[in-house]
């Protein structure tokens, strides 16, 4: 099979959150990033939703990359011993080599760690240092509070945007993995200039 993504970061959670439909997404993610030989890149950790992704793509023979640090290692053990673990220094450090070994990012549920992860790239895409595509698996709508905050933002004049933020950042709102996988696949939100 031949895409152009070649691999993808996915930003979770190291919780399983209250619905049970995160983990199922966050497993099927994983599944399917697998069985379509992509890359997953993930932040290293055994735990949540970050867990349930990393081990469904090595039980399907995926090749999964880690990036973590010290500090978090030890409050979050690595996910399989047949997981590559890079340890760097930092959260940003973390940030900046999930970044450069991603072709797109795949935003899951999750907490403040996932939002600064997701707003991260988007101000990259801002200033015009990124144009690599950020997909949201709006699972059971937990992201659409996310959407009403940005559309808040352009319509109080802090976003400038030609129409909807969606149109200026290269940004798009998937619903069910299935979804997510088909629009990594065809790969037509790739740009190559910003």
Not at 74 to 96: C, F, M, W, Y
Request: net charge negative.
């Amino acid at each position: 099979m031949n895409h152009k993504i070649k691999s993808v970061a996915v930003y979770c959670g190291h919780q399983f959150g209250n619905n049970p439909e995160y983990a199922r997404a966050a497993r099927k993610v994983g599944e399917l990033l697998a069985k379509n030989k992509m890359t997953l890149v993930f932040g290293g950790g055994n735990v949540g939703l970050m867990g349930a992704v990393s081990r469904a793509a090595l039980e399907n023979g995926g090749n999964v990359i880690g990036i973590s640090t010290e500090h978090v290692i030890s409050i979050q053990e690595p996910a399989h011993r047949d997981t590559n673990i890079k340890i760097v220094e930092g959260l940003s450090a973390r940030k900046e080599e999930m970044f450069d070994l991603s072709d797109a990012f795949v935003i899951l549920p999750g907490g403040i760690g996932t939002l600064d992860e997701m707003t991260d790239i988007l101000t990259k895409q801002q200033v015009g240092e990124s144009c690599k595509p950020i997909y949201i698996l709006n699972t059971a709508k937990y992201w659409e509070i996310f959407g009403q905050i940005m559309t808040h933002m352009q319509e109080e004049g802090f976003i400038n945007c030609e129409k909807d933020y969606t149109f200026d950042y290269n940004l798009h709102v998937v619903n069910t993995p299935e979804e997510l996988i088909k629009k990594l696949l065809d790969g037509n939100d790739l740009v190559t200039t910003c």
